[in-house]
């Protein structure tokens, strides 16, 4: 077995029916996400984990405060609609999908949005109200004490809304010494068991073959089911359930370690919809090794690259839609 995991949390991670405003909705993020997983993959040859949606809703947010040239490079990295009611629409449409899919009581999940704001800046009221009501913002109040106290400041919010499992994002450096710095954070929490559970007593020790083509022993788990199936002549994938439904966890596999680069450089929006349209009911032989990631990657150069650039430069970067000018 080979392997190399990618996990993407992106609209792509909740079933939406074709034509539904749903899919709708999600055309943007979607098409997003996959531009920005064509450029992570070549940064790591490891395994990795991102949030594509996260970033989405950052640009997002950025883009309803910014103006110009400014926006219109937000807009066009997010493919986001030029009409602003149709955006907020769009996003009161994904928000209301995943606030559903957290009814189910076999999962917790918790996507949250906030902006925190030093005494030395004020925002327009107008944005301020628009953001609350449709993309559910949340306001924090930086504190006045110096970057290590706002540091600490942020990190109690994220470690709160991560259950723990994210404890130190950001740091003083992230707060410029005037003070005047705004943050804007994105938190994703997902905790589901899945619909098929795995016998513990399956899990044994197994040959697992790493990307560079040596044998580990490692823990892993299997069990064998009906579960949706696809294949080609370059890869295997197949789509495990978690418990309720909503969620689920695809996954595909290279059938050599020499498919691998042309499979995930081959991926976007149109391939993906062949692979999950082409998944159909079969008794598959799932077995997954226990493992873990962590990765960390800086937004500004890939945005630049799909050319939001504005928004970087301090005389170019046009927000006053989302702060007073004084």
Known sequence: MILRTTFLWSALSF????????????????????????????MTQGNFCFSPFSGHRLASVLAEGAGGETQRQLLELAHLAADRDHRASEAEILRKALASSSKNQSMLLEVANSLWVPATATLEPEYLSWMEKHYGLMIQPLPSADVVGRAMKVNQWI?????????????????????????????VYLKSSWAYPFDPRSTKQRTFTMSAGSPKLLPMMTQTHAFLFADSSAWLSAELPFAGGDFCM????????????AVESGLNPESWGRVISSLADADVSVMLPRFAFSAQLNLQGMWQSLGALNVFEENLADLSGMIQQK
């Open 250 to 261: 695809t996954l595909m596999l290279p059938r050599t370690e020499a498919d691998r680069d």
């Open 159 to 187: 470690r709160q809304k991560t259950r723990g499992r994210v404890t130190d994002l950001v740091g003083p450096n992230q707060f410029q010494s005037s003070g005047n710095a705004l943050l804007l954070v994105n938190s």
């Open 15 to 42: 079933p939406i029916m074709a034509q539904s405003p749903s899919a709708d909705a999600a055309t943007g993020p979607n098409k997003h996400a996959w531009e920005m997983f064509q450029l992570f993959r070549p």
